[in-house]
C-alpha cells in the first residue's frame, strides 16, 4: 500500500462527525467527491452570468460542505465570495476569489480521491 501525502486537507471533523464509523467516513468522502465539482460548477456559472444573489446563496450552502475538507484557503475564499457577492461590493475581488477556488479545487479533488481510494 502507498502512502498518501496530504497538503491541503484535513479530515479530522469528517472524522468527528462520522464518530469511528469508517463506512460514514467513506459515504461522506463520496459526497464530497461528487457534490463539490457540481456546487463549484454552479458558482462559475452564476459567476460568469454576475447573478450575486445566487452567488452568494450557493457560496453560503457551500460553507458547510467545506467543513469537512478542512482547507482554510478554500473557505476563506468561499466566505469572502459569499459577503461580497451579497454585499455587491468589490466584485473584481469575487472574481480573483474565484479563481483562488478554481486553482485549489483540482488539487484538493486529487487528494479527495487519494483518501476515498484508501478505504
Known sequence: MS???INYTNL????LMA???KEMEQTMLEMLLVELPGEFE???ILH????????GKVSHKMKSTL???GNEELTNANARIEILSKNKEDLQNVSNMMAQFGN???VVMH???????SY
Open 48 to 55: 460568469e452570468e454576475k447573478n450575486w444573489d445566487e452567488l
Open 67 to 69: 467543513a469537512f475538507i
Open 12 to 15: 479530522d471533523y469528517l472524522r
Open 104 to 106: 485549489l479545487l483540482p
Open 3 to 5: 502512502t498518501t501525502t
Open 111 to 117: 487528494e479527495l480521491n487519494q483518501i476515498a481510494a
Open 19 to 21: 464518530d469511528g464509523d
Open 42 to 44: 454552479k458558482m462559475k
